[in-house]
């Protein structure tokens, strides 16, 4: 397995000046090659000089013209940005995105070359009722409808019910369902592996027991990798054990 990934996700935190002092903080000190950073779309010029790999957090489907508010892949490639989420469980939420839309969000990602991560997962309430794999099935099938070339896709698993409460998966939990999905997708894809990234509260305290599992492919942090220090640490942990 190559290095294992690892995606700050910084969503809709820090003002400006926040923005500057993060920067700050942070130049020079991420080497390892496979961290991907992903700003708020305002900053992202004040984070190129990072040289850090970056992320969009969305990006629309449509061709350029009049949809106020969005983001073209072809827009985010013409500022160097070469990767975008998809699908986090927010604007699933929040903005009612459902699975066909981020299929057409992927296609239109590919079709600019963009790497994508697509991400999943389930509620409190369908993890209690024992769907996890039906609603993972359901959110795979329909974003990787007619996608018949997965190189340019890591699907990042985000149990909703994990994203900023502090749980985490069991250990076992995580094998079996970053398993279930691997074989889920090289079922479906003729043969066609892919990275399975996990997202949720992951922080400096429980990335350890995170890295033990060799299952995972990689990690997408939220709120710890906006804490500038802990993120850090988080990277030079993964880095010294894999
Ligand atoms: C996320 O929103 O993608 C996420 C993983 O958040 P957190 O790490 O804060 O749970």
């Not at 496979?34 to 000089?49: H, R």
């Not at 009049?66 to 989420?85: D, H, N, R, V």
């Amino acid at each position: 397995m190559g290095k294992k990934i690892i995606i700050g996700n910084l969503k809709t935190n820090m003002d400006y000046e926040t923005v500057v002092k993060y920067i700050e903080r942070i130049k020079n000190r991420i080497t390892y090659p496979a961290v991907i950073l992903v700003p708020t779309s305002l900053y992202v010029p004040y984070f190129k000089e990072l040289n850090i790999k970056l992320a969009v957090q969305n990006i629309y489907f449509e061709n350029e013209g009049s949809y106020t508010g969005e983001i073209l892949p072809s827009q985010a490639k013409s500022m160097g940005i070469k990767y975008a989420l998809v699908g986090h469980s927010e604007r699933r939420k929040n903005l009612k995105e459902n699975n066909q839309m981020i299929n057409k969000k992927i296609k239109a990602g590919l079709k600019e070359n963009m790497g994508i991560v697509l991400c999943v997962g389930e509620t409190i309430e369908e993890k209690v009722l024992l769907e996890t794999e039906d609603v993972l099935k359901r959110q795979i099938f329909t974003a990787l409808k007619g996608i018949d070339d997965l190189k340019n896709i890591v699907i990042a698993y985000e149990p909703v019910w994990s994203i900023g409460t502090g749980k985490i998966p069991t250990e076992r939990e995580l094998i079996n369902t970053i398993k279930f999905i691997k074989d889920f997708v090289k079922e479906l894809k003729r043969g066609q592996e892919i990275k399975v990234l996990y997202g949720g509260s992951v922080n400096i305290k429980n990335i350890e027991s995170l890295t033990k599992i060799e299952e995972i492919d990689g990690y997408l942090i939220g709120g710890a990798s906006t804490k500038p220090e802990e993120f850090i640490e988080i990277i030079n942990e993964v880095e010294s054990l894999v």
